[in-house]
């Protein structure tokens, strides 16, 4: 049986997430796939990508992978990374189109009139290392939600050994905005805060991209692959 599954559906940086998975756990079978039958098969699945959403959910509708990703992200251990964990989402301000629906919520863009501290422009896409807050009922609360669930004081299995404020490596002009302050997981500042991980059940999602992101990234992608929910 195939171990992890990373779909492929023609849009992403999939040899480097790849990698970094033989990396962190060489025993296991990993295979990159545009197989529905192998993403339904597999023990785990991950969700990368790269590119615009329009063409994300295009491909992914061409190759006919939308029933085994959406069933795959309700069942069993499974990441999202970057468009991954957007199109996880209802609806996506880019290109104005639909998501695979999994988690309530939108995805917006970054303001185009951002300023530093300092006064200085901001840059959209929002490209290199920033440090990443992951405290659960904080985190939504820094973003302007209000959980009500203990639970979310509970740190998430996939951050452990990952220190508070570790950096991770993004480039993205969109960010996904939650309808439940029980998905959030994580937040960073640009400048102001934005939801760069979110969880459910079975599911883990996040913006920023774990196999570029150097010993962090590596310890969180060793976390999903021996994470049970």
Known sequence: MVDVAIVDYGMGNLRSVEQALRHVAPELKIVVTDDPGVIERAGRVVFPGQGAMPDCMRELDARGLRSAVVNAAKSKPFLGICIGLQMLFEHSAEGDVAGL???????????????????????????GWNQVTHAGRASAR????KPDLQSLDNEHPLWDGIA????????????????????VQATSDYPLPFVCAVARANLFGVQ???EKSQAAGLKLLQNFVQWNP
């Open 142 to 145: 820094h973003v302007g939600l």
């Open 164 to 183: 508070q404020g570790a950096r991770f490596y993004y480039v993205h002009s969109f960010y996904v905005k939650p309808q439940d302050a029980s998905l």
């Open 101 to 127: 629906g999994v988690l309530a919520g939108d995805v917006v863009r970054f303001s185009s009139n951002m300023q530093d501290a300092k006064g200085n422009k901001l840059k959209v896409p929002h490209m």
């Open 208 to 210: 920023f991209h774990p």
